[in-house]
């Protein structure tokens, strides 16, 4: 079983800049692509960009957000630059394709306008 914890959120005013970082114990997915997602109130979980052989965005965060991994620490990093009112939500990481029995508790990101 993979343990995923999500760390870095926080409230920042618009414009502002955040680091997430997740970081894997137990079976890792090393053969898999890893995500973030994000879920803002009342609303579905959403893919944000993942990170396997290439990487890949959100239309809503390209440009803004840099996703990353550090092999050796099983950790993935999610760089949010620019950051909107919109971008308000609690962060996951997970596989991709996600793992429903992975979701860790996310991290909260509050941008005030």
Do not use: H
């Amino acid at each position: 079983q993979v343990q995923l914890v999500e760390s870095g959120g926080g409230l920042v005013q618009a414009g502002g800049s955040l680091r997430l970082s997740c970081a894997a114990s137990g079976r890792t997915f090393s053969s898999y692509a890893m995500g973030w997602f994000r879920q803002a109130p009342g609303k579905e979980r959403e893919f944000v960009a993942a990170i396997g052989d290439s990487t890949w965005y959100a239309d809503s965060v390209k440009g803004r957000f840099t996703i990353s991994t550090d092999n050796a620490k099983n950790t993935a990093y999610l760089q949010m630059n620019s950051l909107k009112p919109e971008d308000t939500a609690v962060y996951y990481c997970n596989r991709v394709p996600p793992d429903r029995n992975a979701w860790g508790q996310g991290t909260q990101v509050t941008v005030s306008s």
